[in-house]
Antibody, heavy 116, light 113 residues
């Protein structure tokens, strides 16, 4: 059974960075890429970026270009999302999702709070 | 980027009645080489991650009740809940995966009348 388990809540100050992890189990990690999606409080879903199955290719949302980096570690079956230069606008729940053309399995979400 | 527009933003339907949500894309999501529409529907309940309902515009995910159905092609798509149940109260999103840079509709909130 496929499971994606994300790291816990983070509280950061403006200007800091955050790195969220997404540990996969129940399937062959290197066969599927990941997307990352965030959801600000009371708002809709915003696509952030994609990383390929082997981790060699990435694509990012234009508005986040330069601030976000997606990586993956096949040895631990874990995907990571790092977001830098945080502002209050980055306060949101961050989700990882496995890519099977569509996004078929999702992590439980990680709340990132940016506050001084 | 492909822009996805859902309508309505919210709707209230009586238990057992039909709920219909529309989704329009700014460009065709039909891939000619395989004749598939790269369109998915998700359901999100408060405090939970989105849950896959429909992919390829009309294929139900395993375990999804058959009261949920998807239709449409090209740029116009519809999610129908044939007989609304209390547990269907949620926000529903369409998403295009035609391009790597996926985009979502703004969401449609479904409530009980």
């Amino acid at each position: 059974q496929v499971h994606l388990v994300q790291s816990g809540t983070e509280v950061k100050k403006p200007g800091a960075s955050v790195k969220v992890s997404c540990k996969a189990s129940g399937y062959t990690f290197s066969n599927y890429g990941f997307t990352w999606v965030r959801q600000a409080p009371g708002q809709g879903l915003e696509w952030m970026g994609w990383i390929s199955a082997n981790g060699d290719n990435t694509m990012y949302a234009q508005k986040l270009q330069g601030r976000v980096t997606l990586t993956s570690d096949t040895s631990t079956a874990t995907a990571y999302m790092e977001l830098r230069s945080l502002t209050s606008d980055d306060t949101a729940v961050y989700y990882c999702a496995r890519v099977n053309y569509y996004d078929d399995y999702w992590g439980q979400g990680t709340l990132v709070i940016v506050s001084s | 980027d492909i822009v996805m527009t859902q309508s309505p933003d919210s709707l209230a339907v009586s238990l057992g009645e039909r709920a219909t949500i529309n989704c329009k894309s700014s460009q065709s999501l039909l891939y000619s080489s395989n004749n598939k529409n790269f369109l998915a529907w998700y359901q999100q309940k408060p405090g939970q991650p989105p849950k896959q309902l429909i992919y390829w515009a009309s294929t139900r995910e395993s375990g999804v009740p058959d009261r949920f159905s998807g239709s449409g092609s090209g740029t116009d798509f519809t999610l129908t809940i044939s007989s609304l149940q209390a547990e269907d109260v949620a926000v529903y999103y369409c998403q295009q995966y035609y391009t790597t840079q996926r985009t979502f509709g703004q969401g449609t909130k479904v409530e009980i009348k």
